[in-house]
């Protein structure tokens, strides 16, 4: 699975929005873009993921560049609870294989 | 769907004795994975079961260790005899595996914190 880079920390204001990008320049074309995110003291949650297209949902967006080299995760409008170490992972679906977690980067909501 | 379920979710224990920890997983899937975390070392894979057979446990750290899946809805990690060094959180997930691509999400329970003293 290729390797993903993440900045270790972020700070963003309350009721703005949260973009926290990822680099994956060794991408390859089956490998999917995933990302979780982990409240302290909580397994890792879910979010999103995608292979080429943009994706959107409940939680958040997923932009991934044209040579999907990079992509962001966006929450529109950050809150106190989306405080949380979020994870960025490359992966090919449909594998059964493990999750790998890399270090991901420490999101501190401001109030 | 209640998610994945752990218990205990907290274990202090003492060195030399033997932990047992539970998994129910989330009813349908047929993948069943555990971890560890630790500051150190971060997220890790431990052993992996897919329709209750153990198919990868190279992550497992050494003998003192062994997993067991008895059933679908069924799952535990034993660590015997237990050592300070093996405190971390350990968390169950899984996912199921689904013919449309890029959807073998894993979901993770709330983890077991294990406190060896």
């Known amino acids: 699975d290729a390797k993903t880079t993440q900045p270790p920390s972020m700070d963003c204001a309350e009721g703005r929005a949260a973009n926290l990008p990822c680099n994956h320049s060794t991408i390859s074309g089956n490998e999917y873009v995933y990302w979780y995110r982990q409240i302290h003291s909580q397994g890792p949650q879910y979010i999103i993921h995608g292979l080429k297209n943009n994706e959107t949902n409940e939680m958040a967006s997923l932009i991934i560049t044209e040579d999907r080299k990079s992509s962001t995760l966006i929450l529109p409008h950050a809150t106190l609870r989306d405080t949380a170490v979020y994870y960025c992972?490359?992966?090919?679906?449909?594998?059964?294989?493990?999750?790998?977690f890399g270090t991901g980067t420490s999101l501190t909501v401001i109030p | 769907d209640a998610g994945v379920i752990q218990s205990p979710r907290h274990e202090v224990t003492e060195m030399g004795q033997e932990v047992t920890l539970r998994c129910k997983p989330i009813?349908?899937?047929?993948?069943l994975f555990w971890y560890r975390q630790t500051m150190m070392r971060g997220l890790e894979l431990l052993i992996y079961f897919n329709n209750n057979v153990p198919i990868d446990d190279s992550g497992m750290p050494e003998d003192r260790f062994s997993a067991k899946m008895p059933n679908a809805s069924f799952s535990t990690l034993k660590i015997q005899p237990s050592e300070p060094r093996d405190s971390a959180v350990y968390f169950c997930a899984s996912s199921l595996m689904q013919q449309r691509e890029g959807t073998d999400t894993q979901y993770f329970g709330p983890g077991t914190r294990l406190t060896v003293l």
């Open positions: 992972i490359v992966r090919v679906a449909n594998t059964g294989n493990q999750f790998y």
């Open positions: 009813s349908g899937h047929d993948y």
